[in-house]
């Protein structure tokens, strides 16, 4: 099984709408982030939690909301979907505590589409 | 303001030969450096890192260099291998930040040619 899972791994949605997008490890990792891909831009940094009562905006975070449900758990919301929020979202884990806690673990992604 | 550039979108190599994937940086507060691997449908995973007191870091067939005074940093893979292709990110992480901001790379297609 995955450890850092995603869910749904394709979306389709139409402008206005409201989406969510959910994030879940098996890594006892206490740190999650969601970045979004576009093309030719790589990675950026929409939120990232240290813990469930920690959250931070990252260098995109305008249009996005995040909960942190669980340690487990780190959710991604468009409270109003517009076209250019369609990208691949990616969530994130790392461990604080390890030597190596520079290194993220990621998810396989969710595409979505918002026409 | 691309603080991690990837000049090339795109570089293709015969299999046996040598890979070198380039990155260049602005910001003088990058203290530590990693590049991930992305197959498609997957997300990227971890490769290599280096912190900037070093100036290489060897890992099987990865090296990656680290030239501080160009701000520049470079993955070699030799022998590179058709497995290999694949889109490489290098990233970057801010001193007292402890890796929990990383900055990324627009990406490298690498294409290796059996």
């Known amino acids: 099984d995955a450890d850092v899972t995603q869910t749904p791994r394709n979306r389709i949605t139409k402008t206005g709408k409201r989406i969510m997008l959910e994030c879940s490890q098996t890594k006892g990792h206490d740190r999650m982030y969601w970045y979004r891909q576009d093309p030719g831009l790589g990675l950026r940094l929409i939120y990232y939690?240290?813990?469930?009562?920690?959250?931070n905006k990252g260098e995109i975070s305008d249009g996005y909301s995040v909960s942190r449900q669980a340690q487990a758990k780190f959710s991604l919301s468009l409270e109003s979907a517009i076209p250019n929020q369609t990208a691949l979202y990616f969530c994130?884990?790392?461990?604080?505590?390890?030597?190596?806690?520079?290194?993220?673990?990621f998810g396989p992604g969710t595409r979505l589409t918002v026409t | 303001d691309q603080q991690v550039k990837q000049n090339s979108p795109s570089l293709s190599v015969q299999e046996g030969r040598i890979s070198i994937l380039n990155c260049d940086y602005t910001?003088?507060?990058?203290?530590?450096f990693l590049w991930y691997k992305k197959y498609p449908a997957e997300g990227p995973t971890f490769l290599i890192s280096i912190s900037s007191i070093k100036d290489k870091n060897e890992d099987g067939r990865f090296t990656v260099f680290l030239n501080k005074s160009a701000k520049h940093l470079s993955l070699h893979i030799v022998p590179s291998q058709p497995g290999d292709s694949a889109v490489y990110f290098c990233a970057a992480s801010a001193l007292g930040t402890s890796g929990s901001r990383l900055t990324f790379g627009e990406g490298t297609q690498l294409t290796v040619n059996p």
């Open positions: 939690s240290f813990d469930v009562k920690d959250i």
């Open positions: 994130a884990t790392s461990d604080s505590t390890a030597s190596s806690s520079y290194e993220q673990y």
């Open positions: 910001n003088s507060m990058f203290d530590y």
